[in-house]
Structure formats: C-alpha cells, structure tokens
C-alpha cells in the first residue's frame, strides 16, 4: 500500500510556475509508475502527465512544453513542474500511483491561476 500527500499548489499570476510534490509512504515506490491528474469545477478528472519506473513520460497535449514531471525514488517524490500557467490551468491536481490490482490516490492540491 501507499500514501500519497501532495504539496506545492496555491495562488499564482498569470504567465507564472509552480512546483507541486507528491511524496510517497510505504512500499516499493520505485516500481511505480506515477501520474497526475487534474479536476476543475464543472469538468472531469483529466490525465496531466505520467511517469513510468523507468522514467519515461507522457504528457497530454494541453501541457506539453509546459509542464515536465520527475522523479525522485530516494525521496519517494514525484514532481510536477508548471510553467507558463493560464487561468485554464488551475484546478485540483491529483497524484496517482499505478499498480496491481490496486491504485492509489492523494487528496488532491488546489492550483489557482489568476490576476
């Protein structure tokens, strides 16, 4: 099993960067591979980016050249680095860790973009 606690969201300027960290208790974090997601009023859950054991990466196309995820399985840390942000990108966002048979969630870090 897992706990995911995110960290890292809050207020930010339009054009502006944030670095949300998602940090990992239990077992065998290294064999994960880690994701975030994103959730904004009136949407639905949306897949930002993925990170495999192997530290291969996927972005969906909204963030891509924007946001860069990373890994630190010393520090059982996942990272998500946000620049360039606009209004549309804020939104709760989500650590998740992919595994078998179970996934597990954090509760979530507000981002607000806004003037």
């Known amino acids: 099993q897992l706990q995911l606690v995110e960290s890292g969201g809050g207020l930010v300027q339009p054009g502006g960067s944030l670095r949300l960290s998602c940090e990992a208790s239990?077992?065998?974090?290294?064999?994960?591979?880690m994701a975030w997601y994103r959730q904004a009023p009136a949407k639905q859950r949306e897949l930002v980016a993925v990170i495999s054991s192997g530290g291969r990466t996927h972005y969906a196309d909204f963030v891509k050249g924007r946001f860069t995820i990373s890994r630190d399985n010393a520090k059982n840390t996942v990272y998500l680095q946000m620049n360039s942000l606009n209004p549309e990108d804020s939104a709760v966002y989500y650590c998740?860790?992919?595994?078998?048979?179970?996934?597990?969630w954090g509760q979530g870090t507000q981002v607000t973009v806004s003037s």
């Open positions: 239990g077992s065998s974090f290294s064999i994960y591979t």
């Open positions: 998740n860790a992919r595994g078998t048979p179970l996934e597990y």
